[in-house]
């Protein structure tokens, strides 16, 4: 008798976890909000593939993905852009159908951020005091946009930074202390040290967004700064 009821319990068991299964979805929401540096401008002045092309494609391959949202892409978005929207609950429609920044953000489980690359790019020159005020006002937008986030979502972040930041060892010291402060669910992905002194990645200073090779670059630096699979 007991044996029966053994084989009843397990056959149950067995059943509910072959439904949970087939069911269940584990697979990640990814929300991608970013400006030209995602869009996939080249030095050139057009454009063609990005690092968002690249993880999108590599997301979807090893179906790691329910959600991969980039409708949230636009030449020119910065941080006081998005948080303009954000403050205003911004929708924008795809296919006739509402898509909320909020509720995109609420659904998220990893939210990349790439922001103010051009207005970034508009800096580079400027002398060393001014320019750590720009690193400081580009840090109080992005810890506000965070802040934000964190108030509606768990989701983990990544963003795309330090692209185009004029180094020194002072500059790189003041940037390293201001990303300490992060929590663990915000990744720093610090671009300027290994992309920018390299002429196939930024083939043309006086339009220093990269090439096919530079966003192919950043890709990789994302996937091994992040690791994908266990979230």
Do not use: W
């Amino acid at each position: 008798m007991r044996i029966k009821i053994f084989i009843i319990s397990f056959c149950s068991f067995l059943f509910s976890f072959l439904i949970y299964k087939v069911y269940s979805d584990d697979r990640l929401n990814v929300l991608s909000i970013g400006d030209d540096l995602s869009l996939g401008l080249t030095p050139f002045n057009s454009y063609g593939e990005s690092y968002n092309d690249f993880l999108k494609s590599y997301l979807n391959k090893y179906n790691l993905t329910s959600i991969y949202n980039d409708y949230f892409i636009s030449e020119g978005e910065t941080f006081e852009s998005i948080l303009h929207k954000f403050n205003d609950d911004y929708n924008l429609f795809v296919k006739n159908k509402s898509i909320s920044l909020r509720k995109s953000i609420a659904d998220a489980d990893i939210i990349i951020l790439s922001l103010g690359s051009e207005k970034t790019f508009g800096k580079c020159g400027l002398s060393k005091e001014k320019f750590i005020d720009y690193i400081d006002e580009y840090f109080d937008l992005l810890n506000e946009f965070i802040d934000k986030i964190g108030k509606i979502s768990n989701s983990d972040i990544i963003v795309i930074g330090g692209y185009c930041f004029d180094y020194n060892e002072e500059v790189n010291q003041h940037i390293l202390n201001l990303v300490s402060s992060f929590n663990d669910n915000v990744y720093f992905i610090n671009l300027y040290n290994e992309i920018h002194e390299s002429s196939i990645y930024i083939p043309n200073k006086n339009m220093p967004f990269p090439s096919l090779e530079g966003y192919d670059f950043i890709f990789k630096r994302i996937v091994f700064s992040y690791d994908f699979v266990k979230k």
